[in-house]
Structures are given as structure tokens and as C-alpha cells.
């Protein structure tokens, strides 16, 4: 198993992350969240076996979800596509991602909050954030059938702001229901605003032009 260190540099991130999306219609630079940068120093294995990545979606109104992520990348650049019978173009597919790639995507990650998220400071953030639009304007919103997206970044060392304070072993899951639409509703709660474009960057490889369909025995 191998593993390399590497620090995020803000036009490498800028360059392959949106050298990756451009072929994707509305897919931008901003869209994504790529931009500002940050000089997170992060480490992981280089191995075929090593789940670095997964996204998943489970849906309350399906009374059976598909339990495979949509998204699964590994160390070696492997970036796994499932898309489950319920979902148009279901079927599974395969493409690669080089190193410079893979090291741009998880940098992309880490300037978005997701390797920092903290769901507990989130969900207070977001109280104040309701109770501020309730005393204005005495409404809630509430949405019965929610989707819950789960992201999972899987690194070996995690140096957040490049202060020497490192993270060994850091297997970071953070579960948020309706992503987008928090975004939306609270713009203000800028953790959401970078889940919502980490979300944006990982749902862009379901339908990247540079996937293969794999036979059923292959996924």
C-alpha cells in the first residue's frame, strides 16, 4: 500500500477541477464551489482497494432504497458509477482519474467544509437561521418527503489550514437531508452553501462523459 502527501495548490485545483466538469452543460468554476483555495495538506493511500470517496442518496419516499453509493472513488484514481434501476439511465460505469485529478477533487472537498463539517454547530446555526426568518417572517417550512445525502472522505492524515495540527486517520461521514434546498433557504449558513457545491462537484461524475458501462460481474 502506498501513500503520498499532498498540498492543495489553488490553480491546480482550479485547472483540473474544471477541466473535469467542462463538458457537463451548466457545470462552472462557481457552480462547483472550487474557488477560494486552500492550503490543506492531506494524505491518503494510493491503493486500488483504498475507498477514498462514496456519495450516497436515500430517499424517505422509496420504502426501498438502493443500498450502493451512486459514487465511489478509490486511492488509485478508480471512480465507480452506480445508478439504481429507479433512476433514469440506471446502470453501473466506470471511469479513471490521474493523480493530479484525484488530489484536485479531495482539495475541492476540504475548501468546501466537508472534511471540517460539524453537524452539531451546523444544526444550531441553522436554528438561529430559522428563528430569524420565523420572528420576520412567522413561517416555517418543513418538506415531508426528504432526500438524505451522505458524503464520506476516507484520509490517512488531514492537516485542515496547514498549521501542523494533524488529523491521523480521519474517516470523516457527514449525513445532510435536502442539501440543495438548505442552501437555497439559508444562504447565510455558508457550511451549507459549501455541502450544497460539494454535492454539485461529486453528482457531476454521474453523468461525465468519460464513464464506461461495466458488466454486471464488474461493478
Not at 413561517?139 to 489550514?161: A, K, Q
Amino acid at each position: 500500500m502506498h501513500s503520498k502527501i499532498f498540498t492543495g495548490r489553488p490553480w491546480c485545483t482550479a485547472v483540473l477541477i474544471t477541466g473535469l466538469l467542462a463538458s457537463l452543460p451548466g457545470a462552472t468554476l462557481a457552480s462547483v464551489g472550487v474557488d477560494p483555495p486552500s492550503p490543506a495538506r492531506f494524505d491518503y493511500p494510493t491503493s486500488a482497494d483504498h475507498l477514498l470517496i462514496s456519495y450516497s442518496v436515500r430517499h424517505d419516499e422509496l420504502a426501498e432504497n438502493d443500498p450502493t453509493p451512486l459514487l465511489r472513488i478509490y486511492g488509485d484514481g478508480t471512480v465507480h458509477v452506480h445508478i439504481p434501476r429507479y433512476m433514469r439511465g440506471a446502470g453501473a460505469f466506470r471511469m479513471t482519474l490521474d493523480e493530479q485529478a484525484l488530489r484536485a477533487l479531495v482539495d475541492s472537498l476540504a475548501q468546501n467544509g466537508v472534511l471540517g463539517f460539524e453537524h452539531a454547530q451546523v444544526q444550531e446555526r441553522l436554528r438561529q437561521a430559522e428563528s430569524a426568518r420565523f420572528a420576520r417572517d412567522q413561517t416555517h417550512i418543513h418538506i415531508s418527503d426528504s432526500s438524505w445525502s451522505t458524503f464520506r472522505v476516507n484520509l490517512s492524515l488531514y492537516d485542515p489550514m496547514g498549521t501542523g495540527l494533524v488529523r491521523e486517520g480521519l474517516d470523516r461521514e457527514v449525513v445532510w437531508r435536502d442539501v440543495a434546498w438548505h442552501a437555497e433557504q439559508y444562504p447565510n449558513v455558508t457550511d451549507l452553501q459549501g455541502l450544497s457545491a460539494a454535492e454539485q462537484t461529486l453528482r457531476a461524475f454521474l453523468r461525465h462523459p468519460s464513464l464506461t458501462p461495466l458488466a454486471p460481474t464488474e461493478n
